[in-house]
T-cell receptor, first 115, second 116 residues
């Protein structure tokens, strides 16, 4: 039972197209994140947000952009997709627990293929 | 700075055998440590977390991990592997920063294969 939803799960598009990957969570978490994951490789943080109207670049440079107009929604947009953008994109949200740990809850991912 | 190193990108065990996945961390302050599991075509799921309450942490699906400060390690173990344990496992470290909140740094992952 997922509390964080990503659509589409799979997307194959041509070079130059604009795409938006959707991410929504129902947990009321303030913090949300986008990670990029290539096959068999580690996760790289590309964007994060600590609340509405707050967005920051992550550790890995990305040509994508994000917005946070509503707490529950954190879409990622590529204005002009290229084959180098082919990857899996994972969305996550989190809250600080009473023990101080920041536990991330992940969506199922969006696998993007750009031809 | 904080980082994690997972020793062995691929681990293969027989069904019923001990599972040991290694993780070493680097952190300038006491860390929070996590193990996540990723099944094929899915997101990551939390297995367990260390928050300094106890050095031996029990998680879901029979997994546990022991925090050893002297060795800067947080290895993941399970006494008896099951076929359903086959997945990618990620170790992660975080610490809370006043200026930017908590940030997680993931290791490169270890692919666990369980042979019948």
């Amino acid at each position: 039972e997922a509390d964080i939803y990503q659509t589409p799960r799979y997307l194959v598009i041509g070079t130059g197209k604009k795409i938006t990957l959707e991410c929504s969570q129902t947990m009321g978490h303030d913090k949300m994140y986008w990670y990029q994951q290539d096959p068999g490789m580690e996760l790289h943080l590309i964007h994060y947000s600590y609340g509405v109207n707050s967005t920051e670049k992550g550790d890995l440079s990305s040509e994508s952009t994000v917005s946070r107009i509503r707490t529950e929604h954190f879409p990622l947009t590529l204005e002009s997709a290229r084959p180098s953008h082919t990857s899996q994109y994972l969305c996550a949200s989190s809250e600080q627990g009473a023990d101080g740990a920041n536990v991330l809850t992940f969506g199922a991912g969006s696998r993007l293929t750009v031809l | 700075a904080q980082s994690v190193t997972q020793l062995g990108s691929h681990v293969s065990v027989s069904e019923g055998a001990l599972v040991l996945l290694r993780c070493n961390y680097s952190s300038s302050v006491p860390p929070y440590l996590f193990w996540y599991v990723q099944y094929p075509n899915q997101g990551l799921q939390l297995l367990l977390k260390y928050t300094s309450a106890a050095t031996l942490v029990k998680g879901i699906n029979g997994f546990e991990a022991e925090f050893k400060k002297s060795e800067t390690s947080f290895h993941l173990t399970k006494p008896s592997a099951h076929m359903s344990d086959a997945a990618e496992y990620f170790c992660a470290v975080s610490r809370y920063l006043e200026t930017s909140g908590s940030r997680l740094t993931f290791g490169e992952g270890t692919q666990l294969t369980v042979n019948p």
